[in-house]
């Protein structure tokens, strides 16, 4: 009788949450990897473009053509990356974290200037030093998760 | 300060028709093992409240949300510093910081 009434009165009720704001705890800092390498990867290309050695036409139409593409991804990519470090830096990592890695936030920091540089640039430079910066927070983010994840990229 | 909850028996399913405990139904796997998704639980409003205690307090950004996780630490101004059991499926103090009393529904007390 009781049991009956009990379950009666807890049909339809409240929700108490247990969960975290993202999908629960799914990250993986390689999202942020692909994007950075595909922002080196058009840097390399913006780079090694040749500009065609006749007046022809059509022949500039394409190089603008690739060359607008190139860029279109270059600038597209480094956001991602930018967004995707962002998603680990805020909701990933927690102050536990900070206390064993106290340069973490220079290193997220930094990481995401190098991100506007890529997207706002042509350099190799800051394309490579984005992928050393998103190395570095791979080898962070896994010692967190005590798993040994070797570093490795798709080119 | 216990790390178990009681299952309730037939003095607290009295309490919650004489409307001195809510039931809430969990969703999400912060206070797993002990809790898991789908798991009811009965809550006390007028119970004491230690570090140890598992809570039920408003969600300080989410309006109309409620959350269900442990008190790690009350300060001496009366603010709670809530965590979940499972910290890596948990949003908790780490995150959103300390929780007025005000914000606090009640004491989890048992589950059903």
Redesign the interface.
């Known amino acids: 009788m009781l049991n009956k009434i009990t379950e009666k009165l807890t049909r339809n009720i409240e929700t108490a949450e247990a969960h975290c704001d993202g999908p629960c705890g799914v990250y993986d800092p390689s999202s942020a990897r692909i994007a950075a390498e595909a922002a080196l990867s058009m840097t390399k290309k913006i780079l090694d473009l040749k500009a065609p050695d006749s007046s022809d036409s059509q022949a500039w139409v394409a190089f603008h053509n690739t060359m607008a593409r190139y860029i279109a991804i270059k600038e597209e990519q480094a956001q991602v990356a930018k967004d995707e470090l962002l998603i680990l830096w805020t909701d990933y990592f927690k102050p536990a974290h900070l206390e064993k890695y106290p340069n973490l936030h220079d290193t997220f920091w930094k990481a995401a200037k190098l991100c506007s540089s890529v997207k706002v640039e042509v350099s190799r430079e800051h394309a490579d030093e984005l992928m050393d910066a998103v190395k570095e927070i791979h080898g962070i983010f896994w010692a967190t998760k005590d798993r040994d994840v070797a570093w490795y990229t798709a080119a | 300060m216990s790390r178990d909850l009681p299952v309730?028996g037939?003095k607290d399913?009295?309490l919650?028709?004489l409307r001195r405990r809510?039931?809430?139904?969990?969703?999400?796997?912060?206070?797993?093992p002990l809790?898991k998704?789908g798991d009811?639980?009965l809550?006390d409003p007028r119970a004491s409240i230690a570090v140890g205690d598992i809570v039920?307090a408003h969600?300080p950004y989410t309006q109309g949300?409620?959350?269900?996780?442990r008190v790690a630490e009350i300060s001496t101004s009366g603010e709670y510093f809530l965590t979940?059991d499972n910290?890596?499926?948990?949003?908790d103090s780490?995150?959103f910081g300390k929780i007025h009393t005000a914000d606090i529904v009640g004491k989890?007390v048992c589950k059903?």
């Open positions: 309730a037939w399913q009295v919650l028709i809510t039931a809430f139904v969990v969703d999400g796997e912060s206070m797993s809790l998704s009811k639980i809550v039920l969600h949300s409620k959350l269900i996780k979940g910290p890596e499926y948990s949003t780490r995150t989890v059903l």
